[in-house]
């Protein structure tokens, strides 16, 4: 098993539009071999920014990087690319993990 994790930093007052974004966008993830599951986490606030991070489990590296390579990759975020911005406070960071038990 494979995880992916995008940790991202929200502007305070803004965490309902950015829920809403992931809500209402089609990530194409149900198209790519390997895809186990999604969810989309809420971490801690702080007097800057309220922490969440997007969660992909895949069956494998190879599909998790299968997918970064794939139409559905693309589609996905040439969508996400085409919303509101305003929301984010930087780049997101992503972080993989590889199951060892």
């Given at each position: 098993m494979f995880l992916a994790m995008n940790r991202f930093r929200i502007a305070l007052g803004r965490e309902e539009d950015f829920i809403n974004h992931w809500r209402n966008r089609n990530s194409y993830l149900d198209?790519?071999?390997?895809?186990?599951?999604?969810?989309?986490?809420?971490?801690?606030?702080?007097?800057?920014?309220?922490?969440?991070?997007?969660?992909?489990v895949w069956a494998s590296e190879q599909a998790f990087i299968d997918w970064t390579k794939?139409?559905?990759?693309?589609?996905?975020?040439?969508?996400?690319?085409?919303?509101?911005?305003?929301?984010?406070?930087?780049?997101?960071?992503?972080?993989?993990?590889?199951s060892v038990l």
């Open positions: 198209e790519v071999p390997g895809f186990v599951s999604f969810n989309l986490l809420r971490g801690e606030s702080n007097d800057q920014f309220t922490l969440f991070a997007s969660h992909s794939s139409e559905a990759f693309r589609k996905a975020h040439m969508q996400a690319g085409q919303s509101p911005r305003d929301f984010y406070l930087g780049p997101p960071h992503l972080e993989v993990f590889e």
